[in-house]
C-alpha cells in the first residue's frame, strides 16, 4: 500500500465565512483512506484568509483524490479547493 502526502488550500466565498468551523468539518467529511495531518488558517491577502490542510492519501484506490477534492469542495462556504503539492511516501 503507497502513501501520499498532499497540502490543499481551501479558498473561502467571502471573509464572512467561519473558516474555524471548516476546519472542524474537514475530519467528518474525508472518504476513507483520507487522514488529515493538519490543517490552518493563513492570510492570503488584503484581510482574505484560507484554509491549508494537510492529508496522507492511501494511494491504492485512483479515484481517491477526486473524492477528496470534491469532498472538500462540498463544504458550505468554500468556493475553491486546490492541491498546492503533493509527494509520494
Do not use: H, W
Amino acid at each position: 500500500m503507497g502513501q501520499i502526502v498532499a497540502a490543499y488550500d481551501l479558498m473561502p466565498e467571502s471573509t464572512d465565512v467561519d473558516l474555524d468551523s471548516v476546519m472542524k468539518k474537514i475530519p467528518e467529511i474525508v472518504p476513507a483512506g483520507v487522514r488529515v495531518l493538519e490543517s490552518k488558517i493563513m492570510p492570503i491577502a488584503f484581510g482574505l484568509m484560507k484554509v491549508n490542510v494537510g492529508f496522507v492519501i492511501d494511494d491504492t484506490d485512483d479515484s481517491i483524490g477526486g473524492m477528496l477534492e470534491q469532498a472538500l469542495g462540498s463544504i458550505p462556504g468554500i468556493e475553491n479547493v486546490e492541491c498546492i503539492s503533493s509527494t509520494v511516501l
